[in-house]
């Protein structure tokens, strides 16, 4: 049973234009998520986060919005740069338990195309 | 960001042996690290959380005789594959946080293959 989906195995948007990338879950208990970023044979390198508090959270060319009602969140990038171009990972994060593990989704490979 | 730092970077070995990888927080104390094992074009799939000084918690399915984990201090946590098999080959990835709440930061992972 996969909590967190990103249906989208793929994503090719024009430099300059916007890239949104979306994810869904099914875990109701999830309340943080957090969105990475990466490279092949890379770790990921975490990009932004939002708290289940909030709808928005921006940094930069990054915002990622989060719809609680249709367990959806959404990152946005803009203007979209060819070194964008790499697999983006949502992850979420229950607040009970001793340990804060998080669930990641299959990831979403965005190309970017000069 | 925090750093994390992974050695060996990757690593090919024979059927049968241990290998041991090492996962260090650069800049930060890690009170909790996360082992993950990601095979090509999959997600990253949690193997265990360790918290420092304790024994690791594993994800059902993982074999704690065959994945060891020690977290001996708030900078460095370590993991075993013992007996390694061809199926073992996979991209071994670390990550720490420095709190209950905080972030995951990741290492930048190590490749196992395994002859």
Redesign the interface.
């Known amino acids: 049973d996969q909590q967190v989906k990103q249906n989208s195995p793929s994503l090719s948007v024009q430099e300059g234009r916007i890239s949104i990338l979306n994810c869904d879950y099914t875990n109701s208990m999830f309340d943080y998520f957090l969105w990475y970023k990466k490279y092949p044979a890379e770790g990921p390198t975490f990009l932004i986060s939002i708290s289940s508090i909030k709808d928005k959270n921006e940094d930069g060319r990054f915002t990622v919005f989060l719809n609680k009602s249709a367990k959806h969140l959404s990152l946005h990038i803009v203007p979209s740069q060819p070194g964008d171009s790499a697999v983006y990972f949502c992850a979420a994060r229950a607040s009970g338990g001793s340990n804060y593990k998080l669930t990641f989704g299959k990831g979403t490979l965005l190309t970017v195309n000069p | 960001?925090a750093v994390?730092s992974?050695h060996p970077s990757w690593v090919i070995c024979k059927s049968g042996t241990s290998v041991k990888i090492e996962c260090r927080s650069l800049d930060f104390q890690a009170t909790?690290m996360?082992w993950y094992r990601q095979f090509p074009k999959?997600?990253?799939m949690?193997m265990a959380?360790s918290?420092e000084g304790s024994k690791a918690?594993y994800e059902q399915g993982v074999e704690k005789d065959k994945f060891l984990i020690n977290h001996a201090s708030l900078t460095l946590s370590t993991l075993t594959v013992t007996s390694a098999h061809p199926e073992d080959s996979s991209?071994y990835?670390c990550?720490g946080?420095g709190g209950?709440?905080?972030?995951?930061?990741?290492?930048?992972?190590t490749?196992l293959t395994v002859l």
């Open positions: 960001g994390v992974q909790t996360f999959q997600s990253l949690l959380t918290n918690t991209f990835i990550s946080s209950r709440r905080d972030t995951q930061y990741f290492g930048p992972g490749r």
